[in-house]
């Protein structure tokens, strides 16, 4: 379903797609269900499609606004607290600056949250594609992995095969 309506300079488009997340099936089926076991999909309610109306004004998509306060941007969260005090840098987190990003959007290689998790957990969610498909990955939780202390070389190998 696309409805597209017109109110002045503003303008209200309904659509309805079918949910990526679950394929359509309303039941989610990732890396921790296993043996016939699934989850209602929380991006759809088990609905198996995503309803959404879009409001905007022409003067939209000519110029996106300032967000004041931000000084770093990252392409994905894993769920996770993020922020900065004596310990941890802006460096920590990957990402790129606010200023690089207004001007590029595009975020270059080697800014992911390389710390903090490993290049499986990453590409899971930002790119699922590109998401490593090693024997080594342990089953169940990243965090749980036994190669997960050692990210960095799991890193390297990922950049090695990135070439």
């Keep these: 379903m696309f409805k597209h309506t017109q109110k002045g300079n503003k303008h209200i488009i309904e659509y309805t797609i079918e949910c990526s997340a679950c394929k359509g099936t309303g039941i989610y089926c990732g890396f921790a269900e296993k043996d016939g076991i699934g989850v209602v999909c929380h991006s759809c309610d088990g609905e ?36 900065v005090n004596e310990k941890l840098s802006y460096e920590d987190w990957g990402g790129m600056s606010y200023e690089e990003w207004k001007k ?10 390389r710390k903090y998790i490993c290049p499986a957990w990453w590409y899971q969610n930002i790119d699922y ?24 070389a799991c890193w390297k190998r990922w950049d090695k095969e990135q070439r």
């Design 48 to 83: 198996g499609e995503i309803k959404t109306t879009e409001e905007f004004t022409e003067s939209r998509y000519f110029k996106r606004k300032n967000r004041k306060g931000i000084k770093l941007v990252l392409q994905y969260n894993p769920g996770m607290i993020v922020g």
């Design 104 to 113: 590029k959007g595009k975020f270059p290689p080697k800014s992911e949250m």
């Design 129 to 152: 594609k590109k998401k490593p498909d090693w024997n080594e990955c342990g089953f169940g939780a990243f965090s749980d992995c036994k190669h997960f202390k050692n990210k960095a």
